[in-house]
């Protein structure tokens, strides 16, 4: 009998381990069809390269700057809400980040909020643009970015951090003059978040 139970449970076992083999390779199926979806999109739809990580860029001249891009920009085809879906294609294209794919992330990115300008993700999906082109370098597109999570999405918890890293933008591009007021933003209208403390901290160095 004891024989017979051993046989029985390593049988369950064997059964359960192949489940597990098929959903893997059920999920690794999918994330490679999101991944050959989004190219195609990108590939027909294109989406305007994106820029450097980390920083953020300053008031009036980024408003204007974001502006002028999203005036540039196609009209976004949002389709109906779908959050599952619109699941997907965000860990798709957070997924290039950790590849450190930022050329495709920013296109992937762009792409979503096109998509998607209302999704639940949408502020999210924006702040990482941010990250993303700053990670590329290009200072430019990452401040418009960065500025546009408070200009579309100002009540998101994302804010707090796109305008530290537009500060930090602003900073880099030696606009020195707009660094102060971007701080001081953050630690007035967001206190006890780690950007205002970061702030603060850059402020006493300023």
């Known amino acids: 009998m004891q024989l017979q139970q051993m046989q029985d449970q390593l049988s369950r076992q064997q059964g359960i381990i192949e489940e597990l083999q ?3 390779a059920r999920m690794k199926q999918e994330s490679l069809e999101r991944y050959q979806d989004l190219d195609r999109r990108i590939g027909t739809g294109g989406a305007p390269a994106a820029a450097p990580e980390n920083s953020a860029t300053g008031g009036a001249a980024a408003g204007a700057a974001a502006g002028a891009a999203a005036a540039q920009q196609p009209a976004a085809s949002s389709e109906p809400g779908d959050p599952a879906k619109e699941k997907l294609y965000y860990d798709a294209a957070f997924d290039l980040i950790k590849a450190k794919d930022f050329d495709k992330a920013s296109q992937a990115f762009n792409a979503f909020l096109r998509k998607y300008p209302n999704s639940q993700y949408a502020g999210n999906a ?17 401040g418009q970015a960065f500025a546009k999570v408070s200009q579309l999405y100002p009540k998101h918890n994302k ?22 007021g971007i701080l001081q933003q953050v630690v007035t209208q967001y206190p006890g978040t780690s950007a205002a403390q970061l702030a603060q901290r850059d402020l006493q160095k300023l």
Do not use: F, I
């Open 126 to 142: 924006q702040y990482w643009l941010g990250e993303v082109n700053l990670a590329k370098g290009d200072l430019q597109a990452a």
């Open 22 to 24: 098929n959903d893997v």
């Open 159 to 180: 804010v707090p951090d796109s305008l530290y890293k537009l500060a930090d933008v602003e900073r880099r591009l030696g606009h020195t003059d707009r660094v102060k």
